[in-house]
Each structure stands twice: as structure tokens, then as C-alpha cells.
């Protein structure tokens, strides 16, 4: 029997910077018995634009994204917790009492992370393979605190070599465009992070926000450091 | 943001400094007392929810509980000050003070915000801090770092030269000698002082009674050796029950320091009796408006059910790096962030919500659960649509967004990234780029943007 048809959300960053996040994420749906649709016109969430106080643009791309995805039917995957949440959480936020609520619930109601979806909704047997690498989990905190998806991601990586990280329910200081207007600031929390990150002697950074991981990838890359970067997609499917 | 001083100022001296390593050692050690004193609840999150309800109802019936308790207190021999804002404040006190020289002080955050001790000062008054955080602070001539732990941002080595060099006495880092040294100093101010002046943790409406939660001791002797004690009571820090009242106590100190209640709960309704064998002759109680109405009518009214634990504070990883100091003000960290342009007004508050990453831990660890993050975005709106904000991050803002409503504009936005991308790459990677993008280069690579999009590669694979 065919699996659920999904619409697959990329998110801006995936589809501009990390291509290989988003083949590696239809592979994993695929695997795991899915058929995927790309529905055509998706941009970005706008929270870039909510978070900085840009409330009225964040809208517009939201109301954007609510059109795309309002032509569709089933879920609505998305590899990014914190993008997901931004859909799920604060679109009906933003539309509350406007002639577009209805349309906000009912796209939200669609929408899941990627984890999320494999383990609750289709209950995958895939796991993740990290190739023998040790890999440490950074759970970003969107997906972390808005979603739960500390849970999803520790049982699809169930089997892989994992070390312990301290602090990896802490913020990587990431924080969207908070990188970039606060720039000591924010570098001072990664570099703590990644301090803790090769105290660990993994291999393997895993997460599975590419915003979090361009962050702290660019980080290390900066000090030398051999740790590769991966989002949970790319040990659950092929992104070649 | 695009200002010299303001937050970001204040902060980049702080990170990475002694300081900035202090304030996360002593935040995280909070954070752990607090997660072992809430383990032992059998349902934390039970507690959680009637705290909220509490403050909410208190909020929600501030007029009614207000004068409730004024009528109690002074019924009990109290006498009720109303001050609307900060010099009303200082104006009472110091009517209250007439002929003073001396004035023993217990800690008091909204002493702090209204500026009372400089007040005082300026009129010839003498006045002492008796909470061991807030005597170091006023030694050193610093300001708190933490509402519930002023010289969280301070090694005890530096306590102990701070000491040799203002006290005179002896070097040395051990804390029961550097608390000796203090317990002698101040022995003296409680027993000579001509008033002391204490804050208020909560007040109760239905029985017109302060509480006060301290450690030290020291807030029972403020409130009880001198002849005359001046309570000040922000506004919205009152419950109407003793019921109530327990709740609150229930979490307070758990939140606040990892204790299941602090070494003393001091409760005062009124002043001496004439059985009691001590007490103050005269209590006051001002109550301190100072912004709060506002706030109370606008959009992060929810604020004022903070119960001034801290715990947002402590798990903050911008608190974290930046401390207290870095937000220049009395009130720091995430409430600091929603509360302080809340009473003070935006201006020079406004970027103090930008001093976040969005991360939620602030509001995961509330004990009232006060939905930090969404007034700080809130806040954001306000002051973007105040243009507040610098030029190159609402025209960038503009231009993304007009690309982000109109799919073949967005495709050209990324291609044209990756084009001016070019000079600045090697082998995919840019190590320095100019303008505002510099902020992310100075500490990070960034991965140049892909040559093939997702979305060109689905076409050409999986398009039908």
C-alpha cells in the first residue's frame, strides 16, 4: 500500500545554502514509505522578519506560504523544528482575528518537523546512520521547547554511537538575525558551545536546524576544528 | 544596534571578561539548585499553573486587593503611602525621614529603580545596605549585577581586596571571615539607625501584612530594631490570601536560589503592640506606581506577575555571557528585557528586547509562566514601526520580502546572492564580508550559497 502523500517545505535556508539537507529529507520520506510533492512558489516562513519586529512583512511571507500550501493537501514536512514551529505556532498568532485565520489553523494543523512526522505520524523503521562517526546532538530550541522534538530525534538516532553533550539543551547563540546585530554577544555563546562540542571528542555535530548548523559550523570551520557538521536528514537518507 | 552605547555597548566590554565568567558560573549554579529543589515536587508543573493563576487573578483585581490592604494595614496601625512615580516616592521617604542621619537598609529592587539611596543621600542621610550582596555593591560604588544576587559578577577575591582596601582590614578570601567582617560593621548601623527601610516580596490584602523573604537575618533586624520602618511595595506585588500567599512561598525560594523557603519568612501586620517586646513604633508602607499602570493596560501587562525569582535570569545564555551590567539598568536579563522599557519608556530602553536570542528558556522556567518571548517580540514590533531600527536591516527586510511574495524575484534574489557572493569565496567558503554581514564573518565561516537550488534540482529530477 502506497504510504501518505506530503508536501515537502524545504525552508529558504535548505533550498539556498544546503541543497543536499532537502534531497537527503525526500530520501528519508521516501524510504519510510512517503511519496513527496514540492509544491511550487514556497519561499520562506517570514520569521527573519516576525523576530525582528517586522511583524507586517513576516505577515505578508506568511500569508504567502498559507497560499501555497492552502492549495495542497496532507502534511506539510518540514526539516527545520524551528521553521515548523513558526507555522505551527505563530502563524495563527499573526492571523488571529484577521480574515486569514481560518486559512493560518488550518495549513498549521497540517504542518509537522520532519522527526516529528517520521516517528508519530508514519512510525518509521528507518534509523539514522552516522557512518561509524560519534556523533553529539545540539537540539535546537524551537523544536526543543515549542515542539518536543527532543524525543523524535533520540529515537530515530537510536543505534548510532552518541556522546553525551553537556549543555545540549542550551542556545548555540544562534538566534536568527540576533548573529548578526549582536555579534560579541552572540559569538561568545558558540564559542562556549563549541568549546563543549570538542571537549566531547566526537566526529559528528548533528542537529536538525540548518540555521543553528551553518552557525555553529561556520564556527568551527573557523577554528580548524575536524568535527563535521550534519542535519538528522542526512544520516536518515541520501542528499547525493 | 546602530547606536554607539545602548546594549550592545555596554555588553561588548563584558564578554569574555573575569566578569562575564563569574556571572555564568554563579547562573549556572542557581539553574542546578533550582532543577534539584523542583525534582523533589511530585508535580512541579501543578505548582506552576496555580502560581500563574494567582498573579494573574491578583493582576486582574489589583484595585480591589490595593485598597483591600490598605484598609487592613491600617486598621493594624499602619499608615499607606500612594506615590505615583519615582520622586513622589523619594519625596514621601524623605518626609518620612525628617531628621534622620541614619537609615539601615534591607535589600529593595524598587529602591533601586526609583533612586532612592542617592536621593537621601543628597539630603545628608546615611545610608546603609544590610544585605551582604547589596554592602558589598555599595563598598565597591557598583551597581546589582542580579535582582537576587547584586555581586553575582564578583570572585570572592575580589570581595576580599575590596574589603582590605575600603574596611582596612586583613586580606583574605575565606567568606565566614569576610562575613565576620560585615556582621561587625553592621551590628552597629542596625542598633544606632533612626529607620530602616526594607522592599516587599508580597503583601497580603486580606490581612493587610508584609512579607519579606531573605537569608541573612538582616531584613528582620531593618524591620524590627529601628524606631520607624518604610516598606516599599511595588504596585502589583500583592496577593489577596494567606491561602494564596502560601503558593507563591511554595515556589518562590525553590525558583529563586534552590531552597524550599528561605532561611527566614518575615511577616509584619503593623507595628509594635503594646505586648510585643520590641518592633518599630511607626511602620509605612509606600506603595510605588512608577510605570506600572501603564504596562498594566498595555500589551505585556502579564509581566507584573513576575514574582522576582531570577530563574529567567539564570538560564538566559545572553544573561549568561553579559550579566546584569550589560543591560544597564536595575531590572536584567529576559523580565529586565520586557520589564524595564515597560516602566521607563523606549527611550533608551527600546533595544534591550533585541538582547535575546528567542530561545524560550526564560519562560520554560517561569515559576508563573509568563510568556517572556512573545512580548519581547512584541517590543520588536514596536519599536520597528517606531524606525527605530537601523537603515540597512529595514531596507535589507523590505527587499526580502518583496522577493519572498513573488517566487521568480526570490530566484533571482538567490542567484544574484550567490553572483555578489563570488569575490568573497574560496573553495565554497567566505571568510570576510563587508557591511552589516560582517558581524556574522568576524567569528564564523560561512558556506557560500549552492549552485544548484533545492528547488532547481527538484525541477530538473522530479519536476513533471
Known sequence: ?240 | MSQPVGFLGRAAAIVGSEEGAAVDRGARQFTLSRSLALAELPIADDLRKRARAIRLRSLANLDRLLSRFTDEATAAGCRVHFAGDADEANRIVAGLLAGSTLVAKSKSMVSEEIGLNSHLESLGIDVVETDLGEYITQLAGDTPSHIIAPVLHMTRQQVGRLFADKLGVEYTDDPIRLNRHTRETLRGVFLAADAGISGVNMAIADTGSLVLVTNEGNGRLVTSAPKVHIALLGMERIVGSWDEAGVILETLARSATGQRLSVYTTVITGPRRPQDPDGPDEVHVVIIDNGRSDVLAGETAEILACIRCGACLNVCPVFRTVGGHGYGTVYSGPVGAVLTPGLMGPDPWWDLPYASTLCGACEEVCPVGIRIPTMLLHLREQAASEGRLPGWLNRGMRLYTRAAVEPARWARLRRTARRLSAPFSVRGWIRRLPGPARGWTASRDLPRPAKTSFAEWWREHRGA
Open chain 1, 1 to 240: 500500500m502506497a504510504g501518505p502523500q506530503v508536501q515537502l517545505v524545504v525552508t529558504c535556508l535548505v533550498d539556498a545554502m544546503t541543497p543536499q539537507v532537502g534531497r537527503a529529507t525526500v530520501s528519508a520520506l521516501e524510504r519510510s514509505g512517503c511519496r513527496v510533492s514540492f509544491p511550487e512558489g514556497q519561499t520562506c516562513c517570514g520569521q527573519p522578519a516576525m523576530n525582528t519586529g517586522h511583524t507586517e512583512q513576516a505577515r505578508e511571507m506568511a500569508a504567502h506560504m498559507l497560499d501555497v500550501l492552502d492549495a495542497t493537501t496532507g502534511p506539510v514536512v518540514v526539516p527545520s523544528g524551528s521553521c515548523a514551529e513558526m507555522m505551527i505556532h505563530h502563524y495563527p498568532r499573526l492571523f488571529e482575528g484577521t480574515e486569514r485565520e481560518d486559512q493560518a489553523r488550518r495549513v498549521a494543523a497540517r504542518v509537522r518537523e520532519l522527526t516529528q512526522f517520521l516517528v508519530d505520524d508514519v512510525g518509521t523503521h528507518i534509523r539514522a546512520s552516522s557512518d561509524g562517526a560519534r556523533i553529539v546532538y545540539h537540539y535546537s530550541c524551537h523544536g526543543l521547547r515549542g515542539l518536543g522534538l527532543d524525543r523524535t530525534a533520540d529515537r530515530l538516532l537510536y543505534g548510532v554511537e552518541r556522546l553525551p553533550l553537556d549543555g545540549d539543551r542550551e542556545c548555540c547563540g544562534f538566534g536568527g538575525l540576533f548573529s548578526i546585530e549582536m555579534p560579541p554577544v552572540s559569538a561568545a555563546i558558540m564559542d562556549a558551545k563549541l568549546d563543549r562540542i570538542e571537549a566531547s571528542e566526537a566526529e559528528m555535530l548533528v542537529g536538525g536546524d540548518v540555521s543553528c548548523l551553518l552557525h555553529l559550523q561556520g564556527g568551527l570551520r573557523r577554528r580548524g576544528s575536524p568535527v563535521a557538521v550534519k542535519h538528522i536528514a542526512e544520516l536518515l537518507g541520501d542528499g547525493e
